[in-house]
Structures are given as structure tokens and as C-alpha cells.
């Protein structure tokens, strides 16, 4: 079993910086690959970006340029630094793990709001 807690949501101004970072813990293998996903209200649950264990990276069109992915596997932790943030990225982002075995673990999300 694997837990996942993130933290590092909160308001911020159009055009602000937050860094999110999740935590895992318990049965984790260094060969998996985790990620960040987000879910505006009323829409569906979309890809952020991932990160495999050797480092390899994923971004939505939206995320490139602005956010940047990246993990820790002594502390099996994955970070997601937000850059100029937009209202549009406003959504509660969600941390995601899937194992080598294809189990996938999500965690409680994290709040982030971007005023205008």
C-alpha cells in the first residue's frame, strides 16, 4: 500500500509562483513513475506532468514553459514548481504514483487559487 500526501496549495496572484510537493510512503519501488494532475470545478481530472524514475518528463501543452517537475527519490517526494500562474490553472491538484506493476495511487489534493 502506498500513501500519497501533497502540500504547497494556497492563493496566489496572476502571475505568481508555488511550489506543491507530495510525499509518498509505504511499499514504493524507485521504478515508478509519479505526477501531478489537476481538476478545475465541473471539468475533468487532466494531466499536469509526470516523471519517471530515471528522471524522464511528461508536460501538458499548458504546463510547458511555466511548471516544472521533479523528484527526489531518497526522499520519495515529487515537487511541481508553478511559474506564472494563470486564474485558468485555479483547481485542486492531485498527486499521482503508479507502480512498475501498474497499480496507480492518488493522493487527497491540494487547493491552488490564482486570483486576477
Known amino acids: 500500500q502506498v500513501q500519497l500526501v501533497e502540500s504547497g496549495g494556497g492563493l496566489v496572484q496572476a502571475g505568481g509562483s508555488l511550489r506543491l510537493s507530495c510525499a509518498a510512503s509505504?511499499?514504493?519501488?524507485?521504478?515508478?513513475?509519479m505526477g501531478w494532475y489537476r481538476q478545475a470545478p465541473g471539468k475533468q481530472r487532466d494531466l499536469v506532468a509526470t516523471?519517471?524514475?530515471?528522471?524522464?518528463?511528461n508536460y501538458a501543452d499548458s504546463s510547458k514553459g511555466r511548471f516544472t517537475i521533479s523528484r527526489d527519490n531518497a526522499k520519495n517526494t515529487v515537487y511541481l514548481q508553478m511559474n506564472s500562474l494563470k486564474p485558468e490553472d485555479t483547481a485542486v491538484y492531485y498527486c499521482?504514483?503508479?507502480?512498475?506493476?501498474?497499480?496507480?495511487?492518488w493522493g487527497k489534493g491540494t487547493l491552488v487559487t490564482v486570483s486576477s
Open positions: 499521482n504514483l503508479i507502480t512498475i506493476g501498474g497499480i496507480n495511487y
Open positions: 509505504g511499499s514504493i519501488s524507485r521504478i515508478n513513475t
Open positions: 516523471i519517471t524514475g530515471r528522471g524522464g518528463t
